[in-house]
């Protein structure tokens, strides 16, 4: 007989990287664990499965540490891909995400990401991508609802019925 395996429970493993990712002492302390365990003898490439990364990046962590101590273990300001639209740009982006779409030509009073994205092409020649569009509205501190459809000429009683009827047939199915 096997024994019982040890799971955690009210978190997912993406909320708990998530935890790690939002402290940055963690995320030194973990990366000084990799350089700790390859300084006691271990290969990087055995590491890579513990650390859920590369062991060209343990490689990277060790040389920087060694270079810089714990401060090279530390994330540097500005990698990643620099912004196309300037401050100003995003400012305005901002003021015209609180207005209607039907101000400037579209026929509808909510904001897409498809529709975001050809008025930015419009006003500024710059071409992003649907995920991106996404990551810019958030860094403008808006968020991504989807609709919900509410059709107002719909009959209530009707669809309660059909519910009722959906789960009649679920239970003689089971």
């Known amino acids: 007989m096997a024994r019982p395996t040890l799971t955690v429970k009210g978190y997912t493993a ?5 935890l790690i990712r939002k402290d940055e002492r ?25 650390f859920h990364t590369s062991f060209k990046q343990i490689t990277n962590w060790v040389h920087r540490f060694e270079k810089e101590g714990l401060e090279g273990l530390r994330d540097k300001e500005g990698r990643g891909r620099k912004t196309r639209l300037s401050e100003q740009q995003y400012e305005e982006v901002k003021k015209v995400l609180n207005e209607s779409p039907e101000v400037y030509g579209y026929n509808t009073s909510t904001w897409t990401g ?59 199915k089971a």
């Open 14 to 18: 993406e909320q708990i990287k998530a």
């Open 26 to 50: 963690y995320t030194i302390g973990i990366r000084l664990y990799a350089v700790c365990q390859v300084a006691q003898g271990q290969p990087s490439r055995n590491l890579e499965k513990l």
């Open 114 to 172: 498809p529709m975001l994205i050809e008025w930015i092409k419009n006003k500024y020649g710059i071409e992003y991508k649907r995920a991106q569009i996404y990551n810019i509205l958030k860094l403008l501190d808006f968020s991504y609802q989807k609709a919900k459809g509410i059709f107002p000429e719909a009959d209530k009683d009707k669809q309660e019925d059909f519910k009722e009827s959906l789960k009649k047939t679920a239970r003689r």
